[in-house]
């Protein structure tokens, strides 16, 4: 990919809900959508805020997710985006109030320090985010796959993981010696994503 954005996603960390209603007797399944969707622009990329968080927003950091799948979806969609596009004066909290602390977070950092962020996303660069898709779900940790779409139609699958680390879900990032792609082209949506499509 050479848009800024997914190669931001990529590099430095290396969307109203209509899914399907699982509903179990132990609460809403995997595919089960997030409830009282509203949109929030951040950096010109519209991101989903849901009962299910983030419960607030303090220099650039969101925070306050459920501890459930939703939680879980919307915490990896709102983390990898806020990461990639936050500007100089944030991504400092952005990065200590959302990343799981260790050697890829420090990785992160000094990556970043070599960057300058000042503006919002360019409109022809902003991902539009479509969905995502728990593809794994675990009370301590869980993957999620993040659907995305650009200006030119072409569109995108984030492969993320999130940790329950102190009372919030925050973004793994993948280890620095990884060598499994943070991000990968598609051609269609698995029919089983919980859709969240921002707003055109």
Known sequence: MTRPVAVGIAVLAAAVGCGHDDDTDAGPGLSAAPTGVRWQGYQGIALPHAEQGPRSVTAGAATGF????????????THTIRLSVAPDSEWASVADRELVPGPARDEWAINRVQL?????????????????????????????????????????????????????????????????????????????IVI?????
């Open 66 to 77: 459920e501890h459930s799948p939703r939680g879980a979806g919307l915490a990896a969609l």
């Open 116 to 192: 300058s962020i000042t503006g919002p996303a360019a409109p022809e660069y902003a991902p539009r985010l479509l969905g995502y898709k728990i593809a794994e779900y675990g009370d301590e940790r869980s993957r999620v796959e993040i659907y995305t779409e650009y200006s030119d139609r072409s569109r995108a699958v984030n492969h993320t993981t999130v940790d329950w680390y102190r009372g919030d879900w925050r973004l793994r990032l993948p280890d620095p010696l990884s060598t499994d792609r943070p991000v990968d082209a598609v051609d269609e949506l698995p029919p089983d």
């Open 196 to 200: 969240l499509e921002a707003p055109q």
